[in-house]
């Protein structure tokens, strides 16, 4: 039987690697076994751990690449019962929905969270190709600095740079939409 994919995306700020995390704690609870993992280049807090804004963690395997992580794992229903990803938006795209589908079909269940958009408020494409598989979606919402209203965009604080900047709220924000611009 296929695994379920389930994906969950939102604005910075919003609570999804919390939510990741919940999912995480739970599937510990019931005794499945479970891999993390998330993409080496979100090192912000730590490089073993996914780790909150408000510091909640667990470990995890930082990938390089799928290559890499397929060479130190093995995806088979005998030993992994669910797969977690995190900050799916700067993993490859095609190589993610490959081993993605790879996995499902071994009858792993993946939870995915990441990004929906970037700071200009276009679509990152491996969330959105990963939501158009999903057969669970969960979109939640952060609260704007401004007005505290539901934020469902991610604001830069400066102008420019290259679309991929890691970093937290010494350089983003959760806003609204009256108060959010692209940057």
Excluded at 12 to 19: I, L, P, V
Excluded at 78 to 86: E, P, R, Y
Aim: glycine share 6%; with cysteine; net charge neutral.
């Amino acid at each position: 039987m296929r695994g379920n994919l389930e994906t969950i995306v939102g604005a910075m700020f919003a609570g999804k690697t919390s939510e990741l995390l919940k999912r995480i704690l739970w599937a510990k609870h019931q005794n499945k076994k479970i891999i993390v993992i998330k993409p080496s280049i979100d090192n912000r807090y730590s490089s073993q751990k996914i780790i909150t804004h408000n510091d909640l963690s667990h470990e995890c395997f930082a990938m390089i690449n799928w290559k890499e992580t397929l060479e130190h794992f093995s995806f088979k229903k005998d030993n992994t019962d669910v797969v977690f990803l995190d900050e799916i938006q700067f993993m490859d795209t095609n190589e993610t929905l490959s081993n993605i589908e790879k996995i499902l079909n071994e009858g792993i269940d993946v939870v995915c969270a990441g990004l929906d958009q970037d700071s200009r408020g276009r679509p990152w494409e491996t969330s959105s190709m990963v939501l158009g598989l999903s057969d669970k979606i969960l979109k939640i919402y952060g609260f704007c600095n401004v007005c505290g209203m539901e934020a469902t965009k991610t604001y830069r604080k400066t102008e420019g740079g290259d679309r991929t900047q890691v970093g937290a709220a010494n350089i983003y924000e959760p806003r609204c939409l009256k108060h959010w611009e692209p940057r």
